[in-house]
């Protein structure tokens, strides 16, 4: 059986440039994959596998064109691309087709990537569920808004994809799948040319199967302008946060976030404790308060196009969100933006937080994508974050830990983070 799909991407991408493996034999073994398990996961919302095979035959001929080349890679279906259909996961636009490619994927296809497909997004990339299952057990919920995403790399269909954050919907299902997965400080990827939620809080988000992967990634969809794949270097300083909702945490949850603490510092890491001021708690109502509020507005033509097209608990979001009144969006944004300012003190004398990623396992049942907060907390804050599978629950699901830095500290972040994976999830 070809086994190719089960290589990281630069672990495929460097037997390319080798003359050991063709674009057209990894593309195959990813085709494979997903004939066999997406009628279990379903995680692809389009898929067209014969155009795969011809970009990859295209790779094969030409030279090199970049860190991707020949690197099947799967976009999250709020992304437009010129030569699939976007549906936003919404029937309002099952079949619509884009004339021009987002940003993301114009870059990775510069930089010699296959678009392989278009994964599964709940509803407009909010917070429902939508129908694909977690590949390591289909009972259980593999997290949102970038499902597919997640889901798609955990079972081997495709080394690389793309989702999107608003609250925590690249963290979190990259924890319950477990993958690793990058959430850069806000406005480091471009979001031209993909589906808005709320405009002020979206992001995009890596989701890879190692750490170097991602800085890959990153490379390429910055057209190489950030800074160099470092390596792990030197052990880092870590500021262990459980956070204010630790009480919410699964026991087996606090005992993976404490057990990685402690296996980082016998490696070497000067672990202190991080406790987040009382005030810290607004953070979260504040953003979610301002996300429905923005929601409103940005899916305001689908409300009063698709009254029966959406969803009801959608409709509700966006009725909440109509009904909240200008002035205490405002307040909402002055805490945010408190906190945003606080945060760079507390973090002097620190290179990253080791923080939950979830509170616990994949929840049960396709229904329940999870709760957001242990994202929310730091994503409203606009720092950069990781997961890094770092454990199984009670149920032997996957459980992360997240890693956060500065503001635009990304490049020192995911130096860290392989220092970390190779203690905590070696590859």
Not at 315 to 325: C, F, K, N, S
Not at 343 to 350: C, D, P, R, S, Y
């Amino acid at each position: 059986m070809n086994t190719h799909n089960r290589l990281t991407a630069t672990m495929a991408a460097a037997r390319i440039a080798r003359g050991e493996l063709t674009s057209e034999a990894l593309v195959e073994a990813c085709l494979e994959r997903i004939e066999a398990r997406e009628p279990d996961v379903a995680a692809w919302a389009c898929l067209d596998p014969e155009h795969a095979l011809r970009q990859a035959r295209e790779r094969d001929r030409e030279a090199p064109r970049g860190p991707l080349h020949g690197i099947p890679v799967a976009f999250k279906d709020i992304i437009d691309t010129a030569d699939l259909p976007t549906a936003c996961g919404s029937p309002l636009y099952r079949g619509r087709q884009p004339v021009t490619d987002a940003a993301c994927v114009a870059r990775a296809r510069a930089a010699g990537a296959v678009v392989l497909g278009k994964t599964v997004t709940t509803e407009f990339a909010g917070r429902y569920a939508g129908r694909t299952a977690n590949p390591h057990d289909r009972r259980h919920s593999p997290g949102g808004s970038s499902s597919g995403s997640a889901a798609a790399v955990a079972d081997g269909m495709v080394p690389l994809a793309i989702g999107s954050q608003t609250l925590g919907s690249v963290i979190r299902p990259a924890a319950y799948c477990g993958v690793r997965a990058y959430k850069p400080t806000f406005g480091l990827l471009s979001f031209v040319g993909v589906k808005h939620f709320a405009e002020s809080f979206d992001t995009l988000g890596l989701m890879a199967r190692s750490v170097e992967d991602l800085q890959a990634f990153r490379a390429a969809l910055t057209g190489g302008r950030c800074g160099p794949a470092e390596g792990a270097g030197a052990p880092p300083r870590i500021a262990l946060c459980r956070t204010p909702y630790w009480d919410e945490v699964s026991p087996r949850g606090r005992e993976c976030l404490e057990s990685a603490a402690a296996r980082l510092a016998d490696a070497g890491a000067a672990v202190t404790e991080l406790t987040l001021p009382a005030g810290f708690a607004e953070i979260v109502p504040a953003l979610w308060q301002a996300v429905r509020y923005e929601a409103a507005d940005a899916l305001l033509a689908e409300r009063v196009a698709g009254e029966r097209a959406i969803s009801r608990t959608m409709r509700e979001l966006l009725d909440e969100g109509a009904g909240i009144a200008q002035a205490d969006h405002l307040r909402s944004l002055a805490t945010l933006e408190a906190a945003r300012r606080e945060i760079g003190g507390l973090l002097e004398g620190v290179d990253i937080v080791l923080a939950p990623s979830a509170p616990g396992e994949a929840p049960e049942g396709l229904q329940d994508t999870g709760s957001p907060t242990y994202n929310a907390l730091w994503h409203a804050l606009e720092l950069p974050a990781v997961n890094l599978p770092a454990g199984t629950g009670e149920r032997d699901l996957p459980l992360g830990v997240q890693l956060v830095a500065r503001r635009y500290d990304d490049d020192a972040l995911l130096r860290h983070a392989r220092w970390c994976e190779a203690r905590l999830s070696p590859v």
